[in-house]
C-alpha cells in the first residue's frame, strides 16, 4: 500500500492564525481525502482534494475556512484558516482508488489552538 | 446523523478473553472495512467485507458481514495488549460517494 507522509505531525498555534498541513505521497494515486478527528472519536470527512480543480467539501465545512490544494497526483496541502480553540482536532490525509474503496491514512496533524 | 452506530463504545477486558463489536445501520452498504487505530497513529485497514453473508479471518480476527448488507461484526479470540486500540467501522451506501465512519470502540486489553 501507498506510504503516506504528513507534516508536519504536531503544532501549537496562536488564534486567529493559519496553518497548512502537507500530504505526501511516494506514488500517484487516484483520490485524495482529508479527514478531522476529535481526540477518542470517529472521523468526518472535510474534502475530497481533486487533482487540478478545486476540492468538494463536505456540508458544514467550506473553502474560505479550509482551502485545499491538489497540484499533482502525489501531493495535496490542507490550509485551516482563521484558527480558533474549536479547531484543535487530529487532521488525517487519506488515499484511496477511488469512490467507497478502502482508505490508507497518514498518521495525522495534532493541532492545538491557544 | 450517524449512519453506522458501533457498540459498545468502550471495552476494557483481560487478557485472554473473547469479544464482539458491532457496526449497524438502517441502511445496505456496498461494501464495509474495519480499520483499527492505535494512539498517534492515522487509522489501519484490517478488511473489506463486500458480500452479504461473508466471514473473513484475520488471524484471531474474525469479521462477518449481515446477510443484508446492512451490519457487521468483528470477533476478537483470546484478546491481547496489542490489540488495544480504536476500532472504526466504515462504509459506502449504494446512494452515496462518500465512506461513513462510525464512532468507533476504544477497546483497551490489560495483561
Known amino acids: 500500500s501507498a506510504v503516506i507522509s504528513q507534516k508536519p505531525s504536531r503544532d501549537i498555534c496562536q488564534r486567529g492564525t493559519s496553518l497548512t498541513i502537507q500530504c505526501q505521497v511516494d506514488?500517484?494515486?487516484?483520490?485524495m481525502f482529508w479527514y478531522r478527528q476529535q481526540p477518542g472519536q470517529s472521523l468526518t470527512l472535510i474534502a475530497t482534494?481533486?487533482?487540478?480543480?478545486?476540492?468538494?467539501?463536505e456540508s458544514g465545512f467550506v473553502i474560505d475556512k479550509f482551502p485545499i490544494s491538489r497540484p499533482n497526483l502525489t501531493f495535496s496541502t490542507l490550509t485551516v484558516s482563521n484558527m480558533s480553540p474549536e479547531d484543535s482536532s487530529i487532521y488525517l490525509c487519506?488515499?484511496?482508488?477511488?469512490?467507497?474503496?478502502?482508505?490508507?491514512f497518514g498518521d495525522g496533524t495534532r493541532l492545538s489552538i491557544l | 446523523t450517524q449512519l453506522l452506530e458501533q457498540s459498545p463504545q468502550f471495552l476494557s477486558i483481560q487478557e485472554g478473553e473473547n469479544l464482539t463489536v458491532y457496526c449497524n445501520s438502517s441502511?445496505?452498504?456496498?461494501?464495509l472495512q474495519w480499520y483499527r487505530q492505535e494512539p498517534g497513529e492515522g487509522p489501519v485497514l484490517l478488511v473489506t467485507?463486500?458480500?452479504?453473508?461473508e466471514v473473513k479471518k484475520l488471524k484471531r480476527l474474525t469479521f462477518q458481514f449481515g446477510d443484508a448488507r446492512k451490519d457487521s461484526s468483528l470477533h476478537i479470540t483470546a484478546a491481547q495488549p496489542g490489540d488495544t486500540g480504536l476500532y472504526l467501522c466504515?462504509?459506502?451506501?449504494?446512494?452515496?460517494?462518500?465512506?461513513?465512519f462510525g464512532k468507533g470502540t476504544s477497546l483497551l486489553v490489560t495483561p
Open positions: 487519506s488515499v484511496g482508488a477511488g469512490w467507497g474503496q478502502p482508505q490508507h
Open positions: 441502511s445496505v452498504f456496498s461494501s
Open positions: 466504515a462504509g459506502t451506501t449504494n446512494s452515496g460517494y462518500a465512506l461513513n
Open positions: 482534494a481533486n487533482q487540478g480543480s478545486e476540492a468538494t467539501y
Open positions: 467485507v463486500v458480500t452479504g453473508g
Open positions: 506514488s500517484q494515486v487516484t483520490m
